[in-house]
């Protein structure tokens, strides 16, 4: 139901103030049409004693002249490209482990990082951020979570070196070794700020699955005990 003011104003809750189609529109050549020909749309505004660029905006024939920001937020959201996890995991493919030893998982680091798109819409702008938070790991068999990218293993490393993220298998299927498939997808924290003429000047998207990226694999293997009498 519209929320309307004694003028006939409808309550743009994105702008923050009760809209309304100017009438008369302006002249063609205005800067109130932001380059567009009259025939394409229409000039709203915010503002009923004087009408500039400031307290106005373009509306496209069709389109609906209120804005929700939370709507412009799922619309930046829409534009940003999540990073795709890289996979990666020691002992890798060509080797194998064993049942309940600490396997070392890990992503590029170039891979964490925050991202950010900006939508505009008239006097309102919204930028949403999507801030990693943590790194959801398929390991064939379930799920386990790291909240960075962990550390890259390698090669020589001794006993003593330590990582943040790891995972150990407890049992096998198939005596000779069971191979799993090994995924990861980044798990961001997506928030929203409104610039310009905004009722409500922030929001929260929540949590927001990026795609899980190429996956790897992994043999694991039961330690034979050797009994000599």
Same mark, same amino acid.
């Given at each position: 139901?519209?929320?309307?003011?004694?003028?006939?104003?409808?309550?743009?809750?994105? !702008?923050?103030?009760?809209?309304?189609?100017?009438?008369?529109? @302006? %002249?063609?050549?205005?800067?109130?049409?932001?380059?567009?020909? /009259?025939?394409?749309?229409?000039?709203?505004?915010?503002?009923?004693?004087?009408?500039? /660029?400031?307290?106005?905006?373009?509306? %496209?024939?069709?389109?609906? @002249?209120?804005?929700?920001?939370?709507?412009?937020?799922? +619309?930046?959201?829409? *534009?940003?490209?999540?990073?795709?996890?890289?996979?990666?995991?020691? /002992?890798?493919?060509?080797?194998?482990? =064993?049942?309940?030893?600490?396997?070392?998982?890990?992503? #590029?680091?170039?891979?964490?990082?925050?991202?950010?798109?900006?939508?505009?819409?008239? @006097?309102?702008?919204?930028?949403?951020?999507?801030?990693?938070? *943590?790194?959801?790991?398929?390991?064939?068999? +379930?799920?386990?979570?790291? =909240?960075?990218?962990? *550390?890259?293993?390698?090669?020589?490393?001794?006993?003593?070196?330590?990582?943040?993220?790891?995972?150990? =298998?407890?049992?096998?299927?198939?005596?000779?070794?069971?191979?799993?498939?090994?995924?990861?997808?980044?798990?961001?924290?997506?928030?929203?700020?409104?610039?310009?003429?905004?009722?409500? @000047?922030?929001?929260?998207?929540?949590?927001?699955?990026? #795609?899980?990226?190429? /996956?790897?694999?992994?043999?694991? !293997?039961? *330690?034979?005990?050797?009994?000599?009498?």
């Amino acid at each position: 139901m519209s929320c309307n003011d004694e003028y006939g104003g409808t309550w743009d809750a994105g !702008r923050g103030c009760y809209a309304f189609q100017v009438q008369p529109q @302006p %002249p063609a050549g205005s800067p109130l049409w932001e380059g567009h020909d /009259p025939s394409e749309g229409s000039v709203w505004s915010c503002d009923y004693t004087v009408t500039i /660029p400031e307290t106005s905006w373009f509306v %496209p024939t069709g389109e609906d @002249p209120l804005v929700d920001p939370a709507v412009l937020a799922q +619309e930046a959201l829409g *534009r940003m490209k999540l990073e795709n996890a890289s996979a990666q995991i020691a /002992p890798g493919p060509g080797f194998h482990t =064993y049942v309940h030893i600490e396997n070392w998982l890990w992503l #590029p680091e170039a891979q964490w990082h925050d991202l950010t798109e900006t939508v505009t819409a008239g @006097p309102a702008s919204v930028t949403v951020t999507a801030e990693p938070i *943590r790194v959801d790991w398929d390991m064939g068999t +379930e799920t386990t979570s790291c =909240y960075d990218v962990g *550390r890259v293993w390698i090669k020589g490393m001794t006993d003593a070196a330590k990582t943040t993220c790891s995972y150990a =298998y407890e049992w096998i299927e198939n005596p000779a070794g069971d191979t799993h498939s090994v995924s990861a997808q980044l798990v961001y924290g997506v928030t929203w700020d409104c610039d310009g003429a905004c009722l409500t @000047p922030n929001g929260d998207l929540g949590e927001i699955d990026a #795609p899980a990226g190429d /996956p790897t694999t992994i043999e694991v !293997r039961q *330690r034979q005990t050797v009994v000599i009498q």
